[in-house]
């Protein structure tokens, strides 16, 4: 049985490039999809947020239309209610990476907010990373990486081949052209390579340990891919 450090954001909101604080939180099939995956597998998931805040699911991912129908929506909100682990997140700052065979950030707009500038999480994922140990991230959550930058604007990140949220996708759910920055435009920036697969279909991207998955669709093939490099 390996433990696996699911590291989910605190944030409620996202606010816009007009100041608008649009609802959010984590996207609900990338966090039932892996976690699914992992406690299928006989693995034990422990949550983590920014100062231990009970995180929020994006009420938007459990309408039937995002998540692929009302049987879907119902099975997703079922699973988010017979979690335990989100009721009782421990603090990024409490988080001994020694502790886990790997790490798995799911996304949500969420990370846009607070994830993007949290120190914590950026020094985390900078230990992942070296750790060599398996490091998931997907959809929006790539949006964490740009706080590994140390004050000369430098990543570990640096040319690691990624994928992301894709700006055609952000158009697609209305909000790219009200956001203050988009995901992948951020990313190139960071720099990394990234690249990206058909809009709305699972894409994942593997560069040493460092997993990263396009979509809410690629959460659970990458969830996938996680347990079988912890096999």
Known sequence: MAK????????????????????????AEEFV??????????????VAT??????????????PRM?????????????IESADEL???ISLQEVRLEDYDAVYYPGGHGPM????????????LREALAS?????????????????????????FANYRVTGFCNEEEAGVGFADKAKWLLEDELKKLPTQYSRGAAWEPYTVVDRNLFTGQNPASS????KELVTALS
């Open 220 to 223: 659970g093939p990458l969830a």
């Open 50 to 63: 920014p100062a231990g805040v009970v995180p929020v699911v994006d009420t938007m991912s459990l309408e």
């Open 113 to 124: 907010e607070d994830l993007s500038v949290d120190p914590d999480s950026g020094a985390l």
């Open 87 to 89: 009721r009782h997140p």
């Open 132 to 156: 060599g140990n398996p490091l998931g991230i997907v959809c929006h959550a790539p949006a964490a990486l740009l706080a590994t930058r140390d004050a000369n604007g430098k990543t570990p």
């Open 67 to 79: 998540a692929g129908g009302e049987e879907n929506a119902l099975r997703e909100e079922a699973v």
């Open 33 to 46: 999809a892996p976690y699914s995956v992992f406690t299928d597998a006989g693995h034990e998931v422990t």
């Open 4 to 27: 696996i450090l699911c590291v989910l954001t605190g944030a409620s909101y996202w606010t816009m490039k007009d100041g608008h604080r649009h609802p959010t939180g984590y996207w």
